[in-house]
């Protein structure tokens, strides 16, 4: 490839409150270093001459707020520097969360009104910059020494875990550029589908879920509270992702509403949370370096987190092989299925699909596992699968009808961390 061989090392000046954004290749790696200044990634300042390997595919964009001076090394799909950013209506809410850090922090052994640090919801369509808005927030808040709880509820992507999941985890340092969020021991729920259309109210649960046992934990700890969250959303915004909102919104109780290049959104939602004196409603701009991405792009980039999960994301992780018998699996969807036979009912009366009904893939549906990414949950009965967190994943690479066995993929080695497992529709073929 001629774009291939022109790869040579070069320098980028950056001006004050300027980016260089790029898009690394699809398929080779960019080295970057910072030669001189002070520049950041996403609000996670770089360390100073190092070289940092960038993985094929990545979008980014190295900030600076002095001036700095960016070495190169490899291809791009495109790289270019812009002067107009809105960094600095970023850092000025950056400023203000923190005001109120210290605020509840100050009066942490008072009521837990004033203790409560800034819960942030982050809103706006698809491809508006929110993923990243709200890791900038977060990296910032970390630099200060904060510990603030990141949830994410975009099952469409996943930046804490597998796509198909709604989760939270503590941030205790700024974000790696390269490896972003460490996954240490996130609290993770498997809604266990790209979209919440799939089954909204079991969406919903699952958000409340959340929100209710991360309640708890604030409960008991006075500093992660006083750090507050960011909350990352979905770009569905309207019709019942409208409502999806509002209730996040409600159920995590945010004071904070950042709406991102959206002037309806916002206008809806000053007018519908107005008389929440307590909830602001802030309208920010989107930055023009934002990738938007297609339906296709969205899909792929599920596959390669699906991928990231059991291999790493530079091949560095080996997953175990397993086999195991039909019989010995105890596998359920959640919802589906009309609840009791019309002959059942009352006359004139529909069956509905009960949305949190669990039902048991029996021997003669397990074909359908085929390459389903199933989680395992910590539920210790069936009944208990809706309230109840995953420990992780595991991915079906073979069914054998005949010998009545699956065989399966587990980041670790030996015994499940739970008995059940979850199906949804999330799926991966490995390629
Ligand atoms: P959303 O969460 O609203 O869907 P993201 O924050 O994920 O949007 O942004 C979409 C893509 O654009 C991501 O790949 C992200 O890394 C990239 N991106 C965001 N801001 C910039 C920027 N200033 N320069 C270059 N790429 C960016």
């Avoid at 750090?227 to 019942?240: K, R």
């Avoid at 949305?355 to 359908?368: H, I, K, N």
Wanted: aromatic content about 8%.
């Amino acid at each position: 490839l001629a774009s291939a061989s022109a790869s040579t090392v070069r320098q980028v000046k950056l001006d004050r409150e300027s980016e260089l954004r790029i898009e690394v290749a699809n398929e080779t790696p960019l080295r970057l270093r910072v030669l001189n200044g002070n520049a950041e990634i996403f609000g996670t300042e770089l360390p100073p001459e190092i070289w940092l390997t960038f993985p094929p595919r990545l979008k980014f964009a190295v900030f600076t707020w002095y001036g700095a001076t960016i070495e190169l090394d490899g291809t791009t799909e495109t790289d270019y520097t812009a002067d107009e950013t809105p960094m600095v209506s970023y850092v000025n809410v950056h400023a203000i969360l923190e005001g109120r850090r210290h605020r509840a922090r100050a009066s942490a052994s008072k009521d837990s009104d004033t203790s409560q640090g800034p819960r942030v919801i982050v809103v706006g369509p698809t491809d508006s910059g929110k993923s990243t808005l709200s890791r900038m927030l977060l990296s910032w808040a970390a630099k200060q020494g904060w510990k603030p709880t990141f949830v994410d509820l975009d099952i469409g992507q996943g930046s804490i875990t597998a796509p198909g999941c709604i989760a939270a985890t503590p941030i205790e340092m700024p974000i790696d550029p390269v490896e972003g969020i460490p996954l240490e021991m996130p609290l993770v729920y498997f809604f266990g589908h790209a979209t919440p259309s799939n089954n909204v109210d079991l969406y919903r649960v699952f958000v409340k879920e959340l929100a209710q046992t991360l309640e708890k934990q604030f409960t008991g700890n006075a500093e992660s509270r006083a750090a507050g969250m960011v909350i990352n959303t979905m770009g569905w915004i309207e019709g019942v992702g409208y409502e999806l909102l509002l209730h996040a919104i409600d159920t995590f109780s945010a004071n904070v509403v950042l709406v991102l290049g959206q002037e309806k959104l916002f206008s809806l939602l000053r007018d519908v949370l107005k008389n929440k004196p307590n909830v602001d409603v802030v309208k920010l701009q989107k930055s023009g370096g934002v990738v938007s991405r297609n339906t296709k792009v969205r899909q792929k980039a599920r596959s390669y987190r699906i991928r990231e999960y059991f291999y790493g994301l530079v091949n560095d992780l080996s997953p175990h092989s397993y086999v195991a018998n039909f019989n010995d699996l105890h596998v359920y969807r959640i919802g589906g299925g009309p609840q009791a036979p019309r002959s059942a009912l009352p006359i004139g009366a529909d069956p509905v699909a009960n949305p949190l009904r669990l039902v048991l893939v029996t021997s003669d549906q397990v074909q359908e596992l085929i390459h389903l990414v199933l989680a395992v949950s910590y539920a210790e009965e069936p009944e208990q699968i809706t309230s109840s967190n995953v420990a992780g994943f595991i991915y079906v690479t073979e069914v054998d009808m005949g010998r009545k066995q699956i065989k399966y993929l587990s980041p670790s080695a030996g015994v499940l961390p739970g008995k059940y497992l979850v199906a949804g529709t999330l799926s991966w073929i490995e390629t």
